[in-house]
């Protein structure tokens, strides 16, 4: 079974820092989901990568897939990016729905 | 608009009381999944239907059962609630990759207290 690290899994920042969250996984796996959730709220895919760099507005994320390694980057960040985020792998590796996921990294960002 | 509805978004139960967690799905996925979420243990997997049909344990099955009712819909009934059921419960959706609707979509969550 695929085990999740996420580190750090307490983050606090001020408005404007560049943030990184990193994820490893330990089990060779087809794609790797990251998810966003805010205080009392629901969760929300961000995205799901196999290789490479994706990038949605203000968030990217990199997957070395060799190294079994993921990082989520927040650049300009914003007191409105304060959530969990939380790294979610599949739980066989393999083509499997079935995902496991790290306990999550609380972003604060002060303004 | 598309997602995955949950209902109810709260509930308290007495200790022994019954109820059953609906969810519904309009993303087309043929996989649902019914997780709960405790502080300090990330997500856990209750139970998942893989299709319609088809339903199986996840890692923390007990005191739960489901009901795959159709494509959409994907119900978690707790028969004899117990303090240690208190969690927040999430439904998703998804579909295995390469089928072209791969994704995972949650529900906006069920906040449970069990007294």
């Known amino acids: 079974k695929n085990e999740v690290e996420q580190s750090p899994q307490n983050l606090t920042a001020q408005e404007g820092e560049f943030i990184t969250i990193n994820c490893s996984y330990s089990?060779?796996?087809?794609?790797l989901h990251w998810l966003q959730q805010h205080p009392g709220g629901g969760i929300v895919s961000l995205f799901m990568?196999?290789?490479g760099k994706k990038k949605h507005g203000r968030l990217i994320a990199t997957i070395n897939i060799q190294e079994k390694h993921s990082s989520l980057h927040i650049t300009a960040s914003h007191p409105r990016d304060s959530a969990v985020y939380i790294c979610a792998v599949p739980q066989s590796g393999g083509s499997n729905y079935k995902l496991t996921f790290g306990k999550g990294t609380l972003l604060t960002v002060n303004p | 608009n598309a997602g995955v509805t949950q209902t109810p978004k709260f509930q308290v139960l007495k200790t022994g009381q019954s109820m059953t967690l609906q969810c519904a799905q309009d993303?087309?996925?043929?996989?649902m999944y019914w997780y709960r979420q405790d502080p300090g243990m990330g997500l856990r997997l209750i139970y998942y239907?893989?299709?319609?049909?088809?339903?199986d344990k996840g890692e923390v099955p007990n005191g739960y059962n489901v009901s795959r009712l159709n494509k959409r819909e994907f119900s978690l009934r707790l028969e004899s609630a117990a303090p240690s059921q208190t969690s927040v419960y999430f439904c998703a959706s998804s579909d295995l990759p390469g089928t072209g609707n791969y994704g995972y979509t949650f529900g906006s969550g069920t906040r449970l207290t069990v007294v």
């Open positions: 993303m087309n996925h043929n996989s």
């Open positions: 990568l196999s290789s």
């Open positions: 089990v060779g796996i087809s794609a």
């Open positions: 239907s893989a299709s319609e049909g088809t339903t």
